[in-house]
């Protein structure tokens, strides 16, 4: 079985601020991991993915993500924070091998970015 | 059009009524999918069709019925839904197959009230 975990409901940020949004994943075998981004009225949109290699990932509009096999985490970061990232953001797992197109999504993390 | 087109956007049906979601491709992709949200939940995949085939279905109530007449296509037809099935209804699609990893690309949903 796989599962992914997003710690926290919401997270706020001074604008110009570093931005992290958490994620822990589970999976039996190798891990393949999704950010998504969903503003209001809109469906996701897709930001970075790690399949293998480097285990820092860049994306789109400055974000960033870092792999970590020890500790299971694949947290999103992005340096500066800017208004127009407040989002709902979505981590993403797909694992084993029998699994592709089965995402697992976590909950969500609603970012608020203040100016 | 671009991209993944979902109709209607908003949907009020009561519970005697039969209603379909419609959802288009226009990315070449061969695999599409129906997602629910609710709110504070993790978006629950539904259903996944791989080159019209149907490969998934995560034990979703009978009153949901999908269509896939073809890889660019996808209906979700709807008949005595229950007020508990009110949510948006996210449709995706992805270039997909065994061994791949693909992001998934999300319609903007049909937000779906059921009196």
């Known amino acids: 079985a796989q599962s992914v975990a997003q710690p926290e409901d919401q997270v706020n940020v001074a604008e110009g601020n570093p931005l992290t949004v958490k994620c822990t994943y589970s999976?039996?075998?190798?891990?393949?991991l999704f950010w998504y981004v969903q503003y209001p009225n809109r469906g996701l949109q897709f930001l970075l993915k790690?399949?293998?290699?480097?285990?820092l990932v860049k994306g789109s509009y400055g974000f960033e993500a870092e792999f970590n096999k020890s500790q299971t985490s694949f947290h999103l970061k992005k340096p500066s924070a800017l208004v127009s990232d407040s989002a709902l953001y979505f981590c993403?797992?797909?694992?084993?091998?029998?699994?592709?197109?089965?995402?697992?999504f976590g909950a969500g993390t609603q970012v608020v970015v203040t100016p | 059009e671009t991209g993944v087109t979902q109709t209607p956007r908003h949907l009020v049906m009561g519970m005697t009524n039969k209603k379909s979601l419609k959802c288009e491709q226009h990315?070449?992709?061969?695999?599409m999918y129906w997602y629910k949200q609710s709110a504070k939940k993790p978006l629950e995949l539904m259903f996944v069709y791989s080159l019209e085939e149907r490969v998934e279905n995560n034990s979703v109530p009978s009153r949901f019925s999908p269509e896939c007449p073809n890889s660019s296509h996808l209906f979700l037809h709807l008949h005595t839904l229950q007020p508990e099935d009110s949510a948006l209804y996210l449709c995706?699609?992805?270039?997909?197959?065994?061994?791949?990893?693909?992001?998934?690309?999300f319609g903007p949903g049909t937000r779906l009230t059921v009196l």
């Open positions: 995706a699609s992805s270039q997909d197959g065994a061994g791949t990893y693909n992001e998934q690309f």
């Open positions: 999976v039996s075998g190798n891990p393949y």
């Open positions: 790690y399949i293998t290699g480097d285990n």
């Open positions: 993403a797992v797909q694992g084993g091998t029998d699994s592709w197109g089965k995402f697992q």
């Open positions: 990315l070449g992709h061969n695999a």
